[in-house]
């Protein structure tokens, strides 16, 4: 297969949703409960298993996630950072590059803006994509998925198509950002 693959990283729930070149998907998402690993890096490895088994899978062209952000509670952005990296060396690590980019990028190229809120993010997910979920998780990789394949299209001069505030987002991530690719020796 031949695709994108967008990562929602989480501890509660790991969305990942796999979008083919035809536009057909496969998703899921990946649960987890505190009480279920002995520590940190258990839970952590069990996820990153997963998401490298649907790698392995799907074989996409690409791997996309957010990148990391601080958020309000320290305790809670240091997992996120520590499941970020621990899934950025999984895939270098495996021979695949990735991108990440900016939450504020993935809302915009959805929803034109980017503050928009996760209700918002859900009716256009299901409005734009005719994706349906509750759930904000796959709702993110969802949209992070189509700001890949956007992205290659953008990359391959298919611009035709995209919308003015798309067309801005993905200009913004070629100027700031670029597919982090595997180096030699990678160890840690």
């Not at 994509?129 to 890949?148: E, K, P, Q, R, Y």
């Not at 391959?156 to 505030?165: C, H, Q, R, T, V």
């Amino acid at each position: 297969m031949s695709g994108v693959l967008g990562l929602d990283l989480s501890f509660s729930g790991t969305g990942w949703v796999f979008i083919d070149t035809g536009g057909h998907d496969c998703h899921g998402e990946i649960k987890t409960d505190v009480k279920d690993f002995n520590s940190l890096f258990e839970r952590v490895d069990h996820i990153a298993d997963i998401i490298m088994e649907k790698v392995e899978q799907v074989n996409p062209e690409l791997v996309v996630m957010e990148d990391y952000f601080v958020g309000l509670n320290k305790q809670v952005t240091i997992m996120i950072v520590v499941l970020g990296t621990i899934m950025r060396y999984r895939l270098l690590n495996s021979g695949r590059g990735y991108l990440s980019v900016a939450p504020t990028q993935v809302k915009k190229f959805l929803t034109g803006s980017g503050t928009a809120k996760k209700d918002n993010m859900l009716k256009c997910i299901y409005q734009r994509f005719g994706f349906d979920t509750n759930s904000n998780n796959l709702a993110d990789a969802c949209a992070i998925a189509h700001v890949g394949s956007a992205f290659l299209k953008y990359k391959a001069g298919n611009i035709d198509e995209l919308k003015k505030y798309e067309l801005e987002v993905l200009k913004k991530i070629d100027k700031e950002r670029k597919i982090e690719q595997p180096y030699k020796n990678l160890t840690i």
